[in-house]
């Protein structure tokens, strides 16, 4: 019941995909999980599915060589209606980058544009950007389409719903890193300039926090209905 199709077109690409669904020929869950891989470059994708109606797609376009993709979906079908896509996961890259997107709840929405490189990551992350939505309906945007060097982390804990996060990065050398629980939560931002720092942590519910950072090595951090700390990184 799971569809899985890989286009590899370069050399030296690879692609590993892991689905374990409902065991059905019809009905509401059917299909299952969809995955698709496209590979024009030397590149690398993974990609885990368990539960129903998960899709993931993974573009790696020439330019993305050495780039890695990684994605892991768990749903359960309880409360999921006949015919509705659950969670969803887009990667589109065109430069040497990396993502990480962890989507374990329901109808949570993912998408990742990279066409800018970043071959050294820090600020304690292992790929340039690092999504986790373990909530219900949450939807996160990370665009790296600037600079070099840009990292990004968007953590959407079990207990939040309608959490929504935009990253947006154009320069270089930016950090973003925001961190939401809690019900009807949002987060906005976009950093045009270089070396720049946005922490954005809410809880409780119906927050909004935009952060613009066009100048260069600015630190900006907000913090609603939360203890007194920062997100660790």
């Known amino acids: 019941d799971n569809r899985s199709e890989i286009v590899q077109t370069a050399a030296d690409a690879s692609a590993t995909v892991n689905q374990l669904g409902n065991s059905t020929t019809g009905g509401p869950d059917f299909p299952t999980n969809t995955s698709l891989i496209t590979q024009n470059s030397a590149a690398t ?3 885990t599915q368990a539960g129903s109606q998960n899709i993931s797609t993974i573009t790696q376009n020439a330019g993305a060589a050495g780039a890695e993709a990684i994605v892991i ?19 589109t890259q065109s430069a040497d980058s990396s993502a ?6 329901q109808k949570n929405s993912s998408t990742v544009l990279q066409s800018a490189a970043n071959t050294a990551v820090g600020n304690g992350l292992l790929y340039a950007v690092e ?17 070099t060097g840009n990292e990004a982390k ?5 207990g939040s719903s309608l959490a929504d ?22 987060s906005d931002i976009l950093q045009s300039g270089n070396a720049n720092v946005a922490t954005v942590m809410q809880g409780g519910n119906d927050n909004l926090s935009t952060i613009t950072q066009s100048g ?14 920062p997100p660790v990184n």
Do not use: C, H, K
Request: hydrophobic content about 35%; overall charge negative.
């Open 45 to 47: 994708a993974s990609v």
């Open 73 to 91: 979906q768990t749903t359960a079908p309880v409360g999921i209606g006949p015919f509705d896509e659950d969670n969803t996961s887009t990667i």
């Open 100 to 105: 990480y997107v962890e989507q374990i709840g």
């Open 131 to 147: 999504v986790r939505q373990l909530g219900q309906d949450g939807a996160s945007v990370v665009e790296q389409t600037g600079g």
């Open 154 to 158: 968007v953590t959407q804990t079990s």
């Open 165 to 186: 996060s935009s990253i947006i990065q154009t320069g270089a050398d930016n950090f973003a890193n925001v961190s939401q629980d809690g019900i009807n939560n949002e």
């Open 216 to 229: 260069s090595n600015n630190t900006a951090t907000v913090m609603q209905n939360v203890p007194a700390a």
